[in-house]
């Protein structure tokens, strides 16, 4: 084996072990059906404990990569050519079981009245000055440190755009990639996605959703050179993209020189355990802009968004639409650099 763990990096333990076996199965290195290696040869070659070496094979299995077999121990059940759906679209009583979107969320109001507070005090009239375009530096940073420790994106300040909520970040994720082209919408979908396009005057077609995502027909027999998708927990369907659906996705947008805009609503705020894989972690060719909010783990009054720019797109974004200014004022963004700091330096004691 060639699994490290490097002990200096930001990226827990278990979450590089994660990476590196992913990376050998969706290249082949251990191929469909192959046994993993065992737990405890794991631990003896990288000094991990087995609960790390358990946490990520945990995280295979429950992504699609591995399974784990009653006193045989795990095997690779990744395959690329698994890109042919089979998923039945989603059936109407099927979606009516589904929560609602956007509820008030759980987010404890003595730790954002402690947070704001704080911050009134640290910054002072500083919260009176207009915030940069893109939105202030300080929580830039701070979703790019988020996003690295959570779901191993590593991305610059410079590629992040703070907006108030989802529905403006379409916007100008639309406005950006062009309002001639035709949006493919998953069908079922958040209502407001559909109305943001039509307003703009983009023409769309909604796609079915199977069992794991967009159906592969529905995909094949599309005009549509950007999808618009919601791959974890899309509402309100509740349906998660499989590992196999997320890599289709981004062979259709290669395959038509297109774009994918993720909308990725139902994300936690906290890091103590690893999100679904994003399909802009999987993205090695900047066709994938990442959307999300912080209106499920916070408040839905917290109108405040970020979208993550592939670097190829943030020259473009800058001369054509960094004339915006911020829609954010700088005592929430603020409030929310604090928070998500709160949860690197828990993690950190962890």
Do not use: W
């Not at 404890?108 to 005090?121: E, G, I």
């Not at 009239?125 to 779901?151: D, F, H, Q, T, W």
């Not at 909010?293 to 109108?303: G, K, N, W």
């Not at 829609?327 to 004691?349: M, S, W, Y």
């Amino acid at each position: 084996m060639k699994y490290k763990v490097d002990r200096s990096s930001h990226i827990p333990a278990y979450m590089q072990l994660y990476y590196q076996i992913r990376a050998d199965i969706t290249d082949g290195v251990i191929p469909f059906g192959e046994k993993l290696p065992s737990k405890r040869t794991l631990c003896a070659e990288t000094g991990v404990s087995v609960i790390t070496a358990e946490h990520a094979y945990a995280i295979l299995c429950d992504e699609g990569y591995a399974e784990a077999r009653q006193r045989s121990g795990y095997y690779a059940i990744y395959r690329s050519c698994d890109f042919i759906s089979t998923g039945a679209p989603v059936k109407a009583e099927e979606i009516k079981k589904a929560a609602s979107h956007g509820g008030a969320g759980d987010f404890p109001f003595s730790v954002m009245a402690k947070t704001m507070h704080r911050v009134l005090l640290d910054y002072g009239e500083a919260i009176l000055v207009k915030s940069p375009n893109k939105g202030c530096e300080r929580l830039r940073e701070a979703v790019c440190a988020y996003l690295l420790r959570s779901n191993g994106i590593k991305v610059e300040p410079r590629q992040v755009v703070i907006g108030a909520g989802a529905e403006y970040l379409y916007g100008l994720a639309a406005q950006l990639l062009g309002t001639d082209r035709v949006y493919g919408v998953e069908d079922p979908s958040y209502e407001k996605i559909r109305r943001v396009y039509g307003a703009a005057g983009i023409k769309y077609e909604l796609l079915p959703l199977g069992s794991d995502g967009v159906t592969t027909a529905a995909l094949e027999n599309s005009t549509a050179t950007v999808l618009h998708i919601t791959p974890f927990h899309s509402y309100p369907s509740k349906v998660t993209a499989s590992a196999s659906k997320r890599r289709e996705y981004l062979d259709f947008a290669k395959k038509r020189n297109g774009f994918i805009i993720e909308d990725n609503y139902d994300s936690e705020l906290t890091v103590s355990r690893k999100n679904e894989d994003t399909v802009f972690s999987l993205s090695d060719d900047g066709r994938v802009i990442y959307i999300n909010t912080f209106s499920m783990t916070v408040a839905p009054s917290l109108r405040a968004g970020y979208m993550i720019l592939p670097e190829n797109l943030v020259s473009d974004f800058d001369a054509r639409l960094g004339f915006y200014s911020c829609t954010v004022p700088v005592f929430e963004q603020l409030v929310l650099a604090e928070l998500l700091d709160k949860g690197r330096r828990i993690n950190e004691k962890e």
